[in-house]
Every structure is written in structure tokens, then in C-alpha cells.
């Protein structure tokens, strides 16, 4: 019968369980803050909101505080994903409380309440302006900060004329009490001290000249802040106005948190503290921002040491004009403690060489300053200030980008500049969203490191340019959103974004961002299963912040020299990078910690900040049994087949193998048994191994002999294989 003896492996159909992932969101109540709304006489605000979530609407209640923190809830508004909605305040109040419209003192802060997987995944704006006039100002809504968090809110003021009205709003998003001290610093870093306290959730707003001047300061610009222990709960906004002349200006300020570390903000192999300005209008207006001809625009950048030390700062401008581009390097600057400095760029730029057709510039700035310690303001106007424009500055690049709203039409347009302020070329993907978020629009770019990508709106609609996949925008389409990809990020990502919205009704521009994404990383599979002494693979993946999107990989951020891998119970398994181990049946978690964005910055931080953050999973360490040791033959004559099952008997109960890798064999030992096959089953209960066999004749110990049954089975699909076999003795009737 030894001719006819054999091996014989068979799949085993098993169950896969289900994958599921540690450390992913989950809905639950977020809330987003904005400092500063109004319907007094003259002026209206816009509740611009956007849903960043790739798929699944979001239901939004905003909630007005007015200046004494009482709240009146608005209706709520569901956004579809990719798309955007608007609330004009004065018409919502309208419904719910009419006698505030054109009073004196309606005013305040808005909160914006919504249940999400994160707070990025809304977009909102208070969009305030004044009637008929080219006077406007975006008030971005952060993440509501929760904790006591030490800084400050840092600004520079600014009084170019003695009409312009210079105001100052601040507000507490917390239902706590703060304070701190304020600080207002003249040019040569004069300084003066002072306090400031907000109850629960009120919004002051106060004139800076009268703040400059009761200070016994004097000039037409320097810097102020406001210190506090509980700067988290602390925003504001800061803006100037001359109706007369039809000047408005933003100007934007910054939180400062002392411990920030210099790695936790620089990307892209950047050593030195950097920020970016990407859209700095030099004299010659671009043809598109629609300024009538002759228009002369004044290009200044202030800079503010925010200090007690001296700092340096070296600027670097990379102009791009109708026909030609280039690159010049200002003469460094040396700022004394809390000094201002106001430098005037239109001057230079003649014997910079930037010619007179140029239009933009991109302005780099980089110190060996701490982060923060150094503030930056870009704005161009002409000697009237009713033309001009403002680019904000930020220390940010990131890998994706969200929450961008554009609109085209007669008198409306929008013009993007994509920067590659890393070190190395990088792929740059731009996706305008329309139709409510259901259709897309796709513009991939590769940008050198220091070079841009420009899109001007309405030149890509009206003229019909392909995307990369061969669609063009159709001609009617007014409005919709957009967000930004790098294709190549490496660790952290490379690009910055810049805007300005054009309305020509007035000829007003004014700039508008899209803010970074980070990452809430988790571990996958989960669980991760392995049998003892086996070895299963673990992933680093995170869930896109804002988009909701998972299954991005991190790997590279948990491959650094500062990750750190470990087990919650070594005992059972042990977990090294990228795997696990198994040590004894039994579960456990598996834990890694990296630097990654997380997109929770705020107040004091900024949108992606570097930071450790931590994923974890579930590591189910498998093993099992083979029985039974005896089995009866139904024939010892050698004639008739027998038919004997086995089984896997796994511990945890959890466990369940890989059906496409896992197999079952039958071997001959001892004896007259001569084995047909081997059938390996799953019905709902542990893995089966059928084995059909001829017996006999019978042995002086009354069995036919003996055979090993062996399990061969794969405990998750990344994992190593475990092996356990039984000699079993079939016996004869």
C-alpha cells in the first residue's frame, strides 16, 4: 500500500474577519469660533461655511454671542460633501431677533456647532463688510481650543492716515472668565503695559489710537499683544477702515506659544524659522485685479520683533511678471527688541532690478529666530488706499489643503498661487469642486522648490483649459470650492496656497486662504492577528483631518529614528516597528508614537503643527490544537474507504485564520493506512480537516496505524504561518 500513500493540501474556507481600525475618529460634538460679527447700521456679515468631508453632509447650527456673551442659535444649515453654504446674519435675525438689526452694539463672536469626526472637517468664515462700500474682512472660525494654554496673541498696528479708523476686537470662546496683560510697543519697542480680562464668552471691541495715545506712544505704526495663561480660549481680529476713501485692510495676527519647538514648524528640510507670503502686488497692478489705469500701488512689509532680544531676518522676493520671472535677495535685517520695522518695497524695486511689468512677488522670510518671535504683515495700496491688496504671511506647508470657496462671474474672480517652498520638485494637484461638491475639476502641476503655480479662475473657465483629464469647466459654472494636494509630500508636505478674491463692484480684493490638514494616525490591521511565535505586519496609516478620508499611509513618518514602537503586554506579544510578534495566546494593544501634523491647531498654534502623536490596535495572539488523538475506522479490510474528521480547536475564540494561505495535510506514520485526501472545511465552528482512508488489515494492537494531521494556518493576511499536528491512532472495529 506504500505506492498509494500521499500528501495532500487543501484550502481551507474560512471566515476573514472584518477590519476594523483603533484610533480612528468617531463623530462627536465639535465646535468651531470666530471673533467677530455685526449688523450694526452699515455693515453686514456672511456666514460662509464649507464642508470638507468627501463624502457625507454636515449639519451646522451657528450661534451668535453677542458682546455681553448671550447666545441666539440660528437655524441650522446641511452642506453637502465638497460643497458650501452662506447665512447673511441679517436676514437670519430676521427669524430670530429682529430688534438687533442696525442697532448700536450688535455685535459679537459666532460659534459654530456640529457633530463630525474632527473639526476641520467645516470650513467657516465671518465675512464682514460695509454697504456699497469696497470694505471687507474674512474672520476665519478655528477649532475651539479645551485647556488652560500659555502665549499670546501678537499684532502690529498701523495709522497711515489720521481718517483711518483702527480697531482692535478680542474675544473669549470659553465659558470661563480670562486675562493677561496687554502690551503696546511704538516703532523703536517703547513699551507699555497694561490689562485686559473678558467675562464668559464676551467681545470687546476698542479703538487702537485711543490705546496708542493714552499709552503716550507715538508714530504711525508699532506692535501690541495680549498675554495670557489661557491664551487657547483667546481670538480676535484686527482690522482699518476709511469710508471716505474707501481703505480697508486686515491686519492679521498671530499666536505665540514660548515652548513651540523650531522642529515642530519647519517642513520640508527647512533649518531656519520660514514663512511664506505668496502674493505680494508690486507697483504694477496686475491687468486682472481690474484697477484702473495708472494705478500705482505702494508694496510694504512690516516686520515685528516680538522679543526681548535682537533678531535677524534675511527676505527673499521672487517676482513674476507678463513675460519674465526672477529672484532677489533684500539686505538683511537686524530688528532691536520689540522693534517695528516698516520696509518699503516700491522703491526698491528699481534698483532691485525687478522690472516695471512685474506684478507679484512671493516673499520668503527666514530668521534664526524661535517660532513666532518674529511677525509679518505684506500689503500693497495705492497713495489713497482705495486699490490695493494684502497677503498674509504663514509658516505653514502642508500636504493637503481644504476649505477653499471661489466664485466667477461678471464681477467676481479669483486668483490662486500654489508654492513649492520645499527643497525638491513636487507634484501639486488643485481640485475645484461645483455643483453642490458632485463634480470635480482637476489641474496636476509639477512646481520646482521656490517656483509657483497660478490659476486665475475665470481664465480657465472662459477659456476652456482641459484638466488632466481632458474635462473642461462648463461656461455657466459661478461658484464652488476648492483644495490642494501634494502628490509628493515626503514628510509634511511642500506647498503653500495664497488667494485673492476680486469684486469689481467696488474694486476691492481680498485674501483668502485654505487651511492645512493634518492626520489622526491608528494602527491597522486591527487586530492584528499572529500565532505564537509568529510575526504579523503593522501598519502606520492616519485619517485625513478635514476630508475624513482614511487609509493614508504614514509610514514614513513612523519609520524616523524618533518613532517609538511597544506592546502593552509583552507577555503576549511583543510589537517592534512595523510588526508584531506572538509570545502567548492572549490580546493585547500594539502603540507608536512619530511626529506627524495633527490639523488641530488653533489658538496659539497654527493649523499643523508637527506633533508626537500616538496610534494603537488590537494584537491577538492565536494558537491552537489538533484533535482527537484517537479515531475509529468504520473497514480494517483494506477495501472499503473510511472517512475520520479533525479539528483546529483556536484560542482566543477570536481568532480566525486566513482562508486563502491556511491549509490542512494528512501524512502517513505507521501501519496499514494508505490516505486517499484530505478535505479541509469551515462550517461555523473551528477549522475541519475530512480525511478519507483505506485500513488494514488489522495490527496485533487492534488499530491500523497511525497518521499526522497538520494544520497550517495564517492568523490575519500579513502574518506568518503557525503549524500544529497530531499523530492520531485509528483504531479497527
Known sequence: MASRRSVLFLSLVLLIAPCAHAGQPTPKPQESFAPYWTVEAGWETELQMRNNLATGSLTVTPVLRLANGKEILLDPVTIS????????????????????????????????????????????????HMHGQPIGYHVDAY????????????????????????????????????????????????????RWSLAAHETQRMNVADLVRNAGLSGTYGGFSLASASVGSLDGAHFLYDETAGFSALMNMIGRDPSAKLEE?????????????????????????????GTVLEPTIFLRNATAKRL????????????????????????????????EIGPMQKQLGIPDDAHWALVTLTSPASPDDLLAIAASYDSTGRYGAQTPFSDNLGAYWAGGQWQVDATHNALVAVTNGGNRATEALLTLHFDDGRKNYEIQQTIEPGEQMWLNFADVIHQGVPDRKGNALPADVSSGTYDLADLNPGLGGNLIEGKVALDKTYGHLTYGCLTCCGYTPYLALDPTLVGVGGDGSISADGTNNCTGVSGFSLHNYFNQSNARWWSGNTSVATVTSFNGHGVAPGTTNGFATATVPNGDGGRPRPPCPQSTQQGENNVTVCDFTVGPATVYAQDCTGQTQNDNNFSATISPSSCLADSVRSKCSATWVSGNIDIVGTKCVFNLGP???????????KLPNGSAGTLDVTFDLYFGSTGTDQARYITATAQCP
Not at 88 to 114: C, D, M, R, W
Not at 174 to 193: E, M, N, P, R, Y
Not at 265 to 292: H, I, S
Open 143 to 194: 477649532p475651539v481650543a479645551h485647556g488652560a494654554t500659555a502665549g499670546s496673541l501678537e499684532g502690529i498696528w498701523w495709522q497711515p492716515r489720521p481718517a483711518v479708523k483702527d480697531v482692535l476686537v478680542i474675544s473669549n470662546s470659553s465659558d470661563k472668565a480670562i486675562g493677561g496683560v496687554l502690551s503696546f510697543s511704538d516703532a523703536s519697542g517703547q513699551q507699555w503695559h497694561g
Open 265 to 293: 514648524r519647519t517642513w520640508a528640510g527647512n533649518k531656519q524659522w520660514t514663512m511664506w507670503a505668496p502674493m505680494l502686488a508690486l507697483q504694477a497692478p496686475d491687468p486682472a485685479a481690474g484697477f484702473p489705469g
Open 687 to 697: 477549522p475541519s480537516a475530512q480525511v478519507t482512508y483505506f485500513a488494514g488489515p
Open 81 to 128: 460633501s465638497n460643497a458650501s453654504a452662506s447665512i447673511i446674519v441679517s436676514t437670519a435675525l430676521l427669524k430670530q431677533a429682529p430688534g438687533l438689526i442696525n442697532q448700536l452694539e450688535s455685535f459679537g463672536s459666532v460659534a459654530f456647532h456640529y457633530t463630525a469626526l474632527h473639526a476641520r472637517n467645516l470650513s467657516a468664515v465671518a465675512a464682514v
Open 312 to 343: 535677524a531676518a534675511g527676505i527673499t522676493l521672487s517676482w513674476r511678471g507678463e513675460t519674465a520671472k526672477g529672484r532677489v535677495k533684500l539686505p538683511e535685517v537686524s530688528l532691536k527688541p520689540f522693534e517695528t520695522r516698516l520696509l
